[in-house]
């Protein structure tokens, strides 16, 4: 059991992203994909993110088909000490063995089981389980084809033109109390979410952003990463070639500003 002290002293996920924004430090995420990956891929995702310095992990799916889901996140648990973020792409992916999940409300649709109805449903469930649960305006921005989430989810996403929208959006979303704003073209999109988009949302908000979805190459990363984005997701990438972490990591904290040294 947590003592008071360790309590008090254990930032949460959400207050580390907080910091990245408010001193502009850049991180990154390897999303895994239960159903895409096999055990050996995850191991092997797994070795090169604790050797790469890998912020977090994501685990999850629009649609996962396999029962994986549990035993996935009780594997990594086992094998490493990143923190493990759920990105769940229904109410059947939550597990108390995580340390953290993305409570999302799809904020860029309006397909209202989507925005409230779902959470309904899995809040008295994340009630009982003892993980950090990040309140997260999530928004689909169109990445050049239909990807598997904007069909699952039957939202249109934001055309990918038109950064008013985001800005609109996301503001609302940070009014609505949401501690994050996710923007994702989905996994596997053609173009990720464009810079422009990202720099309006985070010159307006004043909330973390997470940004994933078709980023294949460090210097991609590191160009959204100096356009505002706090957090960078990779999920595909990886998965054909798990050696593109390292690059990929060092892209993404090379943004990072320096700190001013405590001396
Ligand atoms: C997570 O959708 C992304 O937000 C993952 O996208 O698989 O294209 O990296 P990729």
């Known amino acids: 059991m947590t003592s008071t ?39 092997q995702l797994i070795e090169n993110a604790i050797a790469a310095e890998v912020d977090y992990l994501f685990v999850g799916g629009s649609l996962l088909v396999d029962d994986s ?43 209202p089981e989507l925005l409230i109805g779902q959470q309904v449903l899995a809040a008295p469930i994340l009630r009982s389980m003892d993980i950090e649960v990040m309140p997260t305006g999530y928004m689909l921005v169109d990445g050049g084809a239909p990807t598997t989430v904007s069909y699952i989810s039957n939202s249109q996403p934001i055309p990918r033109d038109k950064p008013p929208i985001a800005v609109c959006t996301a503001l609302a979303g940070e009014m609505l109390g949401h501690k ?45 990463s100096r356009a505002g984005a706090e957090l960078i997701v990779v999920g595909n990438a990886f998965e054909k070639e798990p050696n593109l972490v390292f690059d990929m990591c060092q892209a993404v904290h090379e943004c990072s500003l320096a700190l001013p040294s405590k001396a």
């Open 180 to 224: 994050l704003i996710y923007m994702d073209s989905g996994s596997g999109a053609q173009y990720p979410v464009s810079e422009e988009m990202i720099r309006a949302v985070a010159n307006n908000v004043n909330v973390p952003l997470v940004i994933g979805g078709g980023i294949r190459n460090p210097e991609t990363a590191a160009k959204i």
């Open 69 to 111: 889901f549990e035993h996935c996140i009780s594997h990594i648990k086992a094998h490493c000490k990143i923190p493990l973020i759920i990105f769940p792409g229904s109410i059947f992916q939550m597990s108390a063995k995580a340390d953290a999940i993305f409570f999302l409300s799809l904020i860029s649709g309006r397909n």
């Open 5 to 43: 002290v360790d309590a008090f002293m254990k930032f949460s996920i959400n207050q580390d992203l907080q910091y990245c924004k408010d001193f502009q430090q850049k991180k990154l995420a390897v999303l895994i994909d239960p159903d895409k990956v096999s055990e050996k891929g995850i191991d």
